[in-house]
């Protein structure tokens, strides 16, 4: 079946841009994760969704970050006013539930380039 | 504060030589841990993870990992390291509130 997907693979854009980046979660699975990784570094906890609201919002590092997962299947990850700092690969992931036994599976990422 | 320390950055092996990855937590409770593989344009997939009971876990593709509370260390090992085992490795500390913390990983280089 098909696993998690992220689109767009890539986005380059400037600073002080908006950008959105999108998660399709597998299938039937309730939770669905953001991370953020950096170059060098493992992946950092944004956000967690479980259905349709935010279970845990407490890894966005400032207000300009904001996601929503409307129907409780895909979910926008959004960043007003891009900063170069903000570059990184964001990765989605999701899982059957939240509880710890579920395994959560990853998608490919979206490389976001400040310029 | 919850962290992950996987202090080597890079690690060489041969092919068909063991390996061992590092990896140190803290965390005040006992933690849900987990080791999780990343190639090159690929997801991160999950090798195996630890919740309760046997220290040592089995997981895919013939690795295991030891729990040691003393040592607060979850080390990742393999006997026989096949070439396809290139790739980037992150352990990861799961908290009470879901959150997963990773550590900055261990590339790993396997040469014939």
């Known amino acids: 079946g098909a696993g998690v997907s992220q689109t767009p693979s890539n986005k380059v854009t400037e600073k002080g841009k908006y950008v959105e980046l999108r998660c399709d979660p597998i299938s039937g699975h309730t939770a669905l994760y953001w991370y953020r990784q950096s170059l060098g570094q493992g992946p950092e906890f944004l956000i967690y969704f479980q259905g349709t609201g935010a279970a845990d919002d407490s890894g966005l590092p400032n207000d300009r970050f904001f996601a929503v997962r409307p129907e409780g299947s895909v979910s926008t990850l959004k960043i007003q006013r891009t900063e170069r700092g903000d570059s990184a690969v964001y990765l989605c992931?999701?899982?059957?539930?939240?509880?710890?036994?579920?395994?959560?599976?990853f998608g490919p990422g979206t490389r976001l380039t400040v310029l | 504060a919850q962290s992950v320390t996987q202090p080597d950055i890079h690690i060489t092996v041969s092919e068909g030589a063991s390996l061992e990855l590092r990896c140190n937590y803290s965390y005040g409770a006992t933690p849900y841990l987990f080791w999780y593989v990343q190639s090159p344009g690929q997801g991160l997939q999950l090798l195996l993870k630890y919740f309760s009971g046997d220290t040592l876990v089995q997981g895919i593709k013939g690795f295991e990992a030891e729990f040691k509370r003393s040592q607060s260390s979850f080390n990742l090992r393999k006997p026989s390291v096949h070439w396809s085992d290139a790739a980037e490795y992150f352990c990861?500390?799961?908290?009470?509130?879901?959150?997963?913390?990773f550590g900055t990983g261990t590339s790993l280089t396997v040469i014939p």
């Open positions: 990861a500390v799961e908290t009470s509130g879901n959150q997963f913390y």
């Open positions: 992931a999701s899982s059957l539930g939240s509880a710890s036994y579920n395994e959560q599976f």
